[in-house]
């Protein structure tokens, strides 16, 4: 089982749309927690940090659900910019530091 | 300097070739780090620095590859004896020990 599980999409979603993206990961030992967005040929770039009492950044909101294991990201009125691959990521303590294990991505496209 | 920056940004090797992977971190972060990404698919963890040592080496795929840090600063990552399942994006990424990460863009590395 990956550590790091991820609906690899597409979501094809008209602008305006609210999406969701779901992602589980399998050690409980997990410590933090992030999304990455990826846009094609570009190096990933950190999002936002997820949080147990979950936390919004304008039309972002993300989930952390310890007890399932499990991460989600709510885009609301989607944008055509906001068209991406999004990476869910959790960090495990590992041989003395936090080591960043990413999930394969879910890809998002926002068409008008 | 103000991101993470890699060299070269492109690099086309014929097999067999040895090549040299150049990252310059974020001035300050201690932190290092290698992941690799093949095309479509998510990031392959290599290699963890902290200053100048190394205490995650687990990703790297086999002896051909070998990694450095000098001055608890640029790092370099080798690749000897290339093989075509090498071709893929080297992503360089550095941050302060915790947290997320800053990721460079990348050296594209194709093996013909």
């Known amino acids: 089982r990956k550590e790091v599980e991820q609906d690899p999409g597409p979501f094809n979603v008209p602008e305006g749309a609210t999406v969701a993206f779901n992602c589980t990961y399998s050690?409980?030992?997990?410590?933090?927690f992030f999304w990455y967005r990826q846009d094609c040929r570009k190096e990933p770039k950190l999002l936002m940090s997820v949080y147990s009492s979950g936390n919004e950044d304008g039309r972002f909101t993300a989930q952390l659900n310890r007890a399932s294991q499990y991460i989600s990201l709510l885009i609301r009125d989607s944008k055509l910019s906001d068209s991406a691959t999004y990476l869910c990521v959790v960090t495990m303590f590992s041989g003395g530091y936090n080591k960043l294990i990413f999930g394969a991505g879910t890809r998002l496209a926002v068409h008008p | 300097g103000a991101g993470v920056s890699q060299s070269p940004s492109n690099k086309v090797t014929e097999k067999g070739k040895d090549v040299e992977l150049r990252c310059d971190p974020i001035?300050?972060?201690?932190?290092l780090y290698w992941y690799r990404q093949s095309l479509g698919q998510g990031l392959e963890f290599l290699i963890y620095?902290?200053?100048?040592?190394?205490?995650?080496k687990s990703g790297l795929p086999s002896d051909r590859f070998s990694a450095e840090r000098t001055g608890g600063s640029v790092s370099t990552l080798t690749i000897q004896r290339t093989q075509q399942e090498d071709s893929a994006v080297y992503l360089c990424a550095s941050s302060l020990g915790g947290g997320g990460y800053t990721f460079g863009s990348g050296t594209r590395l194709t093996v013909v």
């Open positions: 050690n409980s030992a997990s410590q933090s």
């Open positions: 001035s300050g972060h201690t932190a």
């Open positions: 620095f902290q200053g100048n040592s190394a205490p995650d």
